[in-house]
């Protein structure tokens, strides 16, 4: 195999993503799994030209190709413990989507909404359904080809059902409503998604969920999850 | 948006694929489209560990991340004009596959046909329908996951109907029988895929497939291929 200095591969962003989730807790664990949840993809100045989009918007869904930015470690490890298996399976790295990567990039797919011109940040990209921290750096941006990206046939390891188990969502004391008006329904609905770490069950734990800029903390007993207090950040 | 400077962001290839393709004429311009075409993925030997593939034979279809090096160019276009479109419609980048991207990062999901011990490369994986050059460096691979991958609703742009036109072969001096036994058939397969650049079409031009250590030349007129040379490279 031959080698070439152009092998060590050097990307520079070329947009960033909004999101409602300024760390990664409560942020869905796939991509797909929330559609409703939006997001608004922001070219960089250098990148900001229409003409790149041009014929987008006859796609329904995109890929992203990002960093884990916010999962960032000096020495990769070939195994890791993936939540969804309780955490204590030790599963091969590329056997996983886990963030704590060789490289650590990361791939989703996301519904595109809507190619949207505005004031400030010239064509964006509303997108739902995405897993991504506010603020991660994207790095590729491509159509969701069905002939090619989709395999029926395809099986997998520890496949999942879109949200295996949901939480009922208590709010006695109305606290959700500080939230702005658009807001509330998608704090509902990952809070039903169940943020916690798969592997804690602890019902007089107090949680906090970042999250469109509030701190939302609940308690969990069972199915049923409880809204404490409501703070901005 | 606030950025880092680890948001410029280095890969290094953690593998590298061997394909039956030296350049990248005949490549099928997706992965999927030739499924029966076999590649091997080699690790680098700072990746070469058992352990970092532990449970992916439990998985149909991988993920592979990789460079396109064999089309690095030093400035991106915002448009480029895919051949399928009969290189002449000139779409936006990030509504294109197209090897000239920003960053030139491909993106392809391959079927795993086995996890193999090899006596000098280790651990390695067996792949199936690889649009990849020979010697490509991969960056990532990550399970393929129906749950969150698979979008039977979506729709795009140009969808493409799988092999969309078929060329008849014609070997009638048995030329091809110079290839190694469990290369014909691929080979056939390349061939009947229509290789040639999809904007011409000029029945006495000669074409050359690199494919296999041997340069196959052909001619074709309307739907009819003809193989005229095969010597070895």
Redesign the interface.
Known sequence: ????P?????????A?I?TDFPDKFGIPR????LPELEAVI?FEPA?R?P??????E????L?L?W?F?GA?RDKWQ??VRPPRLGGNT????????SPF???P?G?S?VRLIAVEQTEHDGMVLRVGGADLMD?T?I????????????????????????RAHELVVHDPDGLLERLPTDKRSSAVTVLANDPRPSYQHDPSREYGLYFAGFNIEFTVSENDLTVIRVTPL
């Open positions: 195999m031959k080698r070439k152009t092998d060590v591969m050097t990307m520079t962003p070329v960033y909004r796939q991509s797909g799994l922001v990148f030209n003409d790149a989009l041009r014929g987008i006859g796609f329904s869904h890929w190709i960093q930015s960032l070939p195994m030790p599963m091969g790295v590329f056997a996983t989507r990567r060789p490289n990039i791939l797919s603020g750096p790095y590729d941006i491509k159509p969701y080809l069905p002939y090619t990206d989709n395999h029926a046939d395809a099986s997998g390891g520890f496949a999942e059902p879109l």
